[in-house]
């Protein structure tokens, strides 16, 4: 099993909409989870850590499920350029080595 | 101001002829990595160095060596490139390895061709 997995879409959604999606991990002993968004042919940027009480940047919502073991991330009235790829990335104990997901795309259109 | 910095960004090499990519950081940050991306994939964690102390992931091929002469630099060595080689090259840094610092800041990556 994967230490990260995502569902890689896309998600294709207008512009305006809300769109969701999940990340599983498989180390219930990891502390430690970002998103990342990625565009294309570009490199990995922090979009935002994740609390254990889930947290807000602006039209982003990420939550933590320690219980089921995902962390999902929320768009909210999407606007075309948060079209990118969209990478979950958690802590993997003993060593702390940081495991990335394959990605989900999202595709905002007009 | 770019904070990590790849040099080259786009590089072409040999079958077999070795090359050498860089990343510059200017974070002071504790920790150095290299990961190898392909094509709608994950980035891969080759080695990551904590201050001078490497770290080499199990999976990573011999071809592979890493160097970190001091605290701002750290390059990649590919000894002998093989076709399967060809992938964007990132480099990261993060303050420490835990929390919040664990944090990575990425440099724009280096795109290797090998022909």
């Given amino acids: 099993r994967k230490e990260v997995e995502q569902d890689p879409g896309p998600f294709n959604v207008p512009e305006g909409a809300t769109v969701a999606f999940n990340c599983t991990y498989s180390n219930s002993a990891s502390q430690s989870f970002f998103w990342y968004r990625q565009d294309c ?12 009480s889930g947290n807000e940047d602006g039209r982003f919502t990420a939550q933590l499920n320690r219980a089921s073991q995902y962390i999902s991330l929320l768009i909210r009235d999407s606007k075309l350029s948060d079209s990118a790829t969209y990478l979950c990335v958690v802590n993997t104990p003993p060593l702390n080595k940081l495991s990335f997901g394959a990605g989900t795309t999202v595709t905002v259109r007009a | 101001d770019a904070m990590v910095i790849q040099n080259p960004r786009y590089q072409v090499t040999q079958f077999g002829k070795p090359v050498t990519l860089s990343c510059s950081q200017t974070l002071n ?59 964007m090259y990132l480099c990261a840094t993060s303050r420490d390895l835990t929390g919040e610092d664990y944090e990575q800041y990425f440099g724009p990556g280096t795109r290797l061709t090998v022909t």
Avoid at chain 2, 55 to 79: G, V
């Fill in chain 2, 29 to 87: 940050h504790n920790v150095m990595y290299w990961y190898q991306q392909k094509s709608s994939q994950a980035p891969k964690l080759l080695f990551h160095y904590y201050d001078k102390d490497f770290n080499n992931e199990a999976d990573t091929p011999d071809n592979f060596q890493s160097r970190r002469p001091n605290t701002s630099f750290c390059f990649l060595d590919i000894r002998s490139p093989g076709l399967g080689d060809a992938a």
């Fill in chain 1, 41 to 52: 042919r570009k490199e990995p940027k922090l979009l935002m850590s994740v609390y254990s």
